[in-house]
């Protein structure tokens, strides 16, 4: 089972309002990544980030952001949230970069905004 | 961009029939990675080719790879209902360090028992 945590599972939040999604890894992974999945979709690559301190945006525009103090932790944020944010959200990390290795994937946050 | 192709996006079987479904790329992959995310679950890696050609096989399912690397076929012997869910693979274009996986946009498969 992977090592990998994402909270809160389910969130129902009003327009507005600003949230983080958390997503925690216990493997030491360098990279990690969110993705944004609506039901029964593809997977759209929002942000990723390849190690401390480094952060970059995915194919999808996302008006979302996201940070990387530390190895193990990258949440992601929205200061305003809209009915079309909503979606789930899975993060992910791997060992191996350059799209080669294993993702392991967290459990996801469904994110509803009325 | 690279697009990473699955078609069609639904299929239906019977317990018991094989089952196959196919990726393609409009580039080169230097690896393909197939995943399976069961409903209300998240993606979960199967299985990873990187050679020209390459099979591997996971109990009933057999993955291949294409000659030119370009395609990929994911075969499932004798389905059960343990195997419902939607069916990914991924690729990175091209490769190289900064490249990410491009996902299909999966097939979902059904089975009636």
């Known amino acids: 089972e992977a090592d990998i945590y994402q909270t809160p599972r389910y969130l129902v939040i009003g327009t507005g309002k600003k949230i983080t999604l958390e997503c925690s890894q216990t493997?030491?992974?360098?990279?990690m990544y969110w993705y944004q999945q609506d039901p029964g979709m593809e997977l759209h690559l929002i942000h990723y980030?390849?190690?401390?301190?480094?952060?970059e945006k995915g194919d999808l525009s996302s008006e979302s952001t996201v940070s990387r103090i530390r190895t193990e932790h990258f949440p992601l944020t929205l200061e305003s949230a809209r009915p079309s944010h909503t979606s789930q959200y899975l993060c992910?990390?791997?060992?191996?970069?350059?799209?080669?290795?294993?993702?392991?994937f967290g459990e996801g946050s469904r994110l509803t905004v009325l | 961009g690279q697009q990473v192709m699955q078609i069609p996006q639904y299929q239906h079987v019977q317990e018991g029939e094989d089952f196959t479904t196919y990726c393609n790329s409009s580039?080169?992959?230097?690896?393909i990675q197939w995943y399976k995310q069961r409903p209300g679950g998240h993606p979960v890696f199967l299985i990873q080719?990187?050679?020209?050609?390459e099979v591997k096989k996971q109990k009933r399912l057999t993955f291949q790879f294409g000659e030119a690397k370009k395609n990929s076929s994911l075969h499932i012997t004798a389905t059960q209902t343990t195997d419902v869910g939607t069916y990914f693979c991924?690729?990175?274009?091209?490769?190289?360090?900064?490249?990410?996986?491009?996902f299909g946009k999966g097939i979902t498969l059904s089975v009636r028992p």
């Open positions: 080719l990187v050679k020209s050609g």
């Open positions: 580039t080169t992959l230097s690896n």
């Open positions: 980030s390849y190690g401390v301190n480094s952060t």
């Open positions: 493997m030491g992974h360098d990279k």
């Open positions: 992910a990390s791997s060992a191996q970069g350059g799209g080669t290795g294993e993702l392991f």
């Open positions: 991924a690729g990175p274009p091209g490769g190289g360090a900064n490249s990410k996986l491009t």
